[in-house]
């Protein structure tokens, strides 16, 4: 409950400055990843964002590592924004736009497909979009709120895939 209440207060950035846009940026290809220095355009799957209150955008090649920072940060910084995108609306080989905030998302866990550092949370804006999801490529659909940091460890936690 403890990270519950952590993500909650880092969310709700009530401090920001008010020049601080609160929507997610669009990619223009060259972005990389700020945990590995992948570029995210050369990945499939859903990418993630996050937007600091102090202005600062950085990007991720994976909701696991989005979900990571924003569920368990080793830093706590205010956040004005984190959003990863809605895959019923985009093609997971190469997303593109269709971002929605991280914690008004379904993630399907455990499914068959993978994104840039495999096992990953596929990331939808509505339940009946994740259910589907869910039932072609297997998995169980969670909710923002069931998303604990044990399951968006970076040393493969969620499946236990130590290889990454």
């Known amino acids: 409950?403890?990270?519950?209440?952590?993500?909650?207060?880092?969310?709700?950035?009530?401090?920001?400055?008010?020049?601080?846009?609160?929507?997610?940026?669009?990619?223009?290809?060259?972005e990389i990843c700020e945990l590995d220095g992948m570029t995210l355009s050369d990945f499939p799957g859903p990418k993630?964002?996050?937007?600091?209150?102090?202005?600062?955008?950085?990007?991720?090649?994976?909701?696991?590592?989005?979900?990571?920072?924003?569920?368990a940060p080793e830093q706590v910084h205010a956040i004005a924004g984190a959003y990863t995108q809605d895959m019923a609306k985009t093609d997971w080989e190469q997303p593109k736009g269709q971002w929605?905030?991280?914690?008004?998302?379904?993630?399907?866990?455990g499914s068959r497909r993978v994104g840039s550092m495999?096992?990953?949370?596929?990331?939808?804006?509505?339940?009946?979009?994740?259910?589907?999801?869910a039932r072609e490529h297997g998995g169980e659909v969670?909710?923002?709120?069931?998303?604990?940091?044990e399951k968006v460890q970076l040393d493969g936690g969620m499946n236990h895939d130590h290889g990454m």
């Open 142 to 149: 969670l909710r923002f709120s069931e998303i604990t940091p």
């Open 100 to 109: 929605i905030r991280v914690q008004d998302a379904f993630y399907v866990e």
């Open 1 to 30: 409950m403890a990270a519950i209440a952590v993500v909650a207060l880092v969310l709700s950035a009530c401090a920001e400055p008010a020049h601080v846009e609160k929507t997610a940026t669009e990619l223009k290809g060259d």
């Open 48 to 71: 993630g964002q996050i937007r600091y209150a102090d202005g600062k955008t950085i990007y991720f090649c994976d909701t696991v590592e989005l979900l990571s920072q924003v569920v």
């Open 118 to 133: 495999g096992p990953t949370l596929a990331s939808f804006a509505s339940r009946v979009d994740a259910d589907t999801f």
